[in-house]
């Protein structure tokens, strides 16, 4: 059984002040939550104050990115081995506001998986088509190309923590949910590319989450579908009631 989970990512949203103010109210809404994992990917100047106040909690804290070496003259970068000393347990890799905003490249991102595996950090690898492919059929060449670049070089018996996203760049940030059916159809690809490199039993075990405008009122639907293992939920994770919403209504499909 694949345990879900449903992971907050606050792009560059919230000081530290307001996130310790979020987890006042947000903690008490979830504590009695076992069903799913819990996680928040604040931004880096948070995330210290974030993995600190959710200590013996069940809420787990990671960073958006991370540089794949562990030091160097990289200005504005952060490594793994400054990860894993904040007590830094996850990391986002590839998500497609990085691969446009930063440059990052399907080359890139599959260092960062190395390292992160390296690391010990859980690494959520985020793929998903843009408008353009997904209207020009080519939906699954882009899924499988952004799988086997990203894990290139991986071997089977290292990916037990690996958990992939699957974020339609069309439909995040924009109210444009995928169809239960398209998520799901999308799932199964990936979920069957990730077994022609890392074997069957691997893929069987591995979470994939949809993301893309995830809200309270459509992920019980999205989670009905065998394929879907948990949620990325952005701009609705900012509010503490909306994202504790999410949680709850994410186990009563
Ligand atoms: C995201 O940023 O990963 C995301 C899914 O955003 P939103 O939920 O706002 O579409």
């Known amino acids: 059984m694949r345990k879900p989970l449903i992971a907050a990512n606050w792009k560059m949203y919230k000081t530290p002040k307001e996130s310790l103010a979020f987890l006042n109210e947000f903690l008490p809404l979830v504590k009695d939550h076992t069903a799913s994992e819990i996680a928040i990917f604040p931004t880096m100047s948070s ?41 830094c347990t996850r990391v986002l890799l590839g998500h497609s506001e990085r691969r446009i905003y930063a440059h990052e490249t399907d080359d890139m991102v ?27 059929g080519l939906t699954e060449a882009v899924l499988r190309w952004q799988i086997a670049c990203a894990l290139n070089g991986i071997k089977g018996a290292s990916c037990g923590n690996v958990v992939i996203a699957y974020e339609p760049v069309w439909a995040i940030g924009t109210g444009s949910v995928a169809t239960p059916e398209q998520a799901n ?15 069957l039993p691997c893929a069987s075990g591995m979470r994939i989450l949809y993301g893309g405008s995830v809200k309270p009122d459509n992920v019980a639907s999205l989670m009905s579908q065998p ?19 999410i949680i709850h209504n994410s186990t009563t499909a």
């Not at 990671?62 to 200005?75: K, S, V």
């Not at 159809?185 to 074997?199: N, Q, W």
């Not at 952005?234 to 009631?241: C, D, E, H, T, Y």
Request: glycine share 10%; net charge negative; with cysteine.
């Open 47 to 87: 995330l210290g104050y974030v993995i600190e106040a959710t200590k013996g909690t069940n809420v787990t804290a990671g960073a958006q990115t991370m540089h794949w070496l562990n030091e160097g003259p990289y200005t504005g970068q952060t490594s793994p081995t400054m990860l894993e000393s904040i007590d």
């Open 110 to 136: 599959n260092l960062k998986l190395k390292a992160a595996l390296d690391h010990d950090l859980i690494p959520v690898v985020c793929v998903g088509e843009t408008l353009d492919k997904r209207q020009s």
């Open 185 to 199: 159809e999308a799932h199964a690809i990936i979920r069957r590319e990730v077994a022609t490199h890392l074997g």
């Open 227 to 245: 394929e879907i293992d948990g949620a990325l939920v952005g701009g609705a994770s900012l509010q503490a009631r909306s994202f504790a919403e």
